[in-house]
């Protein structure tokens, strides 16, 4: 039996070998797998914070763009608003001025747009009309007949002159005197006041049949507005904040 039994324990212990050895592979193995799913987990973190980091920071760049485009946007309306306010107060003192000024300005206004002598009427807003309405009409048409006055006592003057010098006017030029006065005085259209009123804050209209020349304050400030914006704005902002 001792040789049977030495046969079986050479057997067994070279199984248990066998068995510690495919054990220890194993755990070899396990462990390298441990290690590397260590490994590939450590990178895949590391890339998922670089992924994270690179995101916050694309989205705090387009904040930051956003924030500015938004300040930008903000500081424009506002430079607009307050050079609109500035002509806004222009207008609003343009039409309550004294009484005597805002009358000469009417007439001014209405004088420019009258400049090539065909008359019209005049319209105005309701207070006005009944304010000034009158005055300016009579202002306006007392210049103008004051200025063909002088023409004709132009051609007259001729006449005297010729007198004052020992000559005697012919009756040919007594005729083109008498004839340049009375075309002087004909040449050149008086204005009326419009029986109806306009609906403007404040300025005239000059009404032509069915053309209409607007001289209201409110066009003309609206005018000024587009052609000084830049200087005002120079002026509100000098440093271009």
Do not use: W
Not at 59 to 81: D, I, N, V, W, Y
Not at 151 to 159: H, L, M
Not at 195 to 222: F, H, T
């Amino acid at each position: 039996m001792n040789g049977l039994d030495n046969i079986s324990n050479k057997i067994l212990a070279e199984a248990e070998d066998q068995a510690k050895e495919i054990l220890a592979g194993a755990e070899r193995q396990a462990a390298e797998i441990a290690e590397k799913s260590e490994a590939d987990a450590a990178r895949e973190l590391a890339e998922g914070r670089r992924a994270i980091e690179a995101r916050r920071a694309d989205l705090a760049e387009k904040a930051r763009l956003a924030a500015s485009l938004e300040h930008r946007r903000l500081l424009a309306t506002t430079r607009q608003e307050l050079i609109g306010q500035v002509f806004s107060t222009a207008l609003d003192r343009l039409i309550h001025l004294p009484a005597e000024e805002y009358r000469r300005l009417l007439i001014l206004l209405a004088e420019q747009a009258l400049a090539d002598g065909e008359g019209g009427e005049l319209l105005f807003n309701e207070r006005d009309r009944a304010a000034h309405g009158d005055a300016v009409v009579s202002a306006i048409n007392a210049k103008l007949v004051s200025g063909k006055v002088s023409q004709v006592t132009g051609s007259v003057q001729g006449v005297v002159e010729t007198v004052r010098r020992g000559g005697l006017p012919t009756i040919d030029s007594l005729k083109q005197s008498v004839k340049s006065a009375a075309e002087g005085l004909s040449q050149g259209r008086l204005v009326t006041l419009a029986e109806d009123c306009a609906p403007i804050p404040g300025g005239v209209v000059v009404r032509r049949g069915k053309i209409e020349l607007n001289c209201a304050l409110d066009v003309s400030v609206r005018m000024l507005a587009e052609s000084m914006a830049f200087e005002v704005s120079a002026l509100l902002f000098p440093e271009g904040a």
